[in-house]
DNA sequence: ACTTACCGTAAGCCATGACTTACGATATGA
DNA sequence: TCATATCGTAAGTCATGGCTTACGGTAAGT
């Protein structure tokens, strides 16, 4: 759950893709598979990167594994960008005094 | 500037190291190839996919060229991640009426 | 004009990543 | 118990990505 494994697993547009359409439902394997012209180990791998990136959870139903939209996954980006803003913020703030104190 | 170019951009912890440094201090090439222990045309194509993705922006300075942050360039990213949580939310209120309904 | 400083790009190398097929494991139903 | 359904993982292949060295190009100073 690093900034890196998140990052990472959303830099794949298949991997967005996968995350965006169990936002709206959840979905077994095989269900994703049929929609995505690969095969289902690749779906596979990519819901365990996606997964051990903190932005799914499973719960297994008989032999399926329903795989669903971990809603708090996502707030570390938020808290990466809105860090970012305030780091950008408070150079610009120096940048001004710099400029006044010439 | 597309999502793709973003988050790929995002991917890299190098990248990322190198956009925080930028945000607190606008640098030139060879400034940062210095504090990072790669070469100089390393940095310069990670900079190159940074701007493309409309995070940085450059302005010559002599035969220097200062890359500094582009402020509006993270905000796709947050439109993303609250378009997601839109997402999200709605299918989850979906889920609990289709869960009162039966 | 010549040298120096600073930089972008091309070409090549090597690790990483996305995909496939093959296999093994577990849960369900007859 | 046996067959079926569903899935995860291992091994191998091919494209992609980050790095290096080599080269060329522009701006400033003498």
Redesign the interface.
């Known amino acids: 759950m690093t900034?890196?494994m998140i990052?990472?697993a959303?830099?794949d547009?298949r991997r967005?893709n996968i995350?965006?359409q169990i936002?709206?439902?959840p979905m077994s394997v095989a269900q994703l598979a049929d929609q995505h012209n690969v095969s289902r180990p690749a779906i596979s791998q990519h819901l365990k990167i996606l997964t051990d990136a903190g932005l799914l959870s499973v719960t297994p139903k008989g032999t399926k594994r329903i795989y669903q939209?971990n809603?708090d996954g996502?707030e570390p980006?938020?808290a990466y960008?809105d860090g970012?803003?305030d780091?950008?913020l408070?150079?610009?703030q120096d940048h001004i005094i710099n400029q006044t104190k010439d």
């Open positions: 900034y890196d990052f990472t959303l830099a547009p967005r995350l965006q936002a709206t439902q939209i809603r996502l980006v938020r960008i970012f803003w780091d950008a408070t150079a610009f």
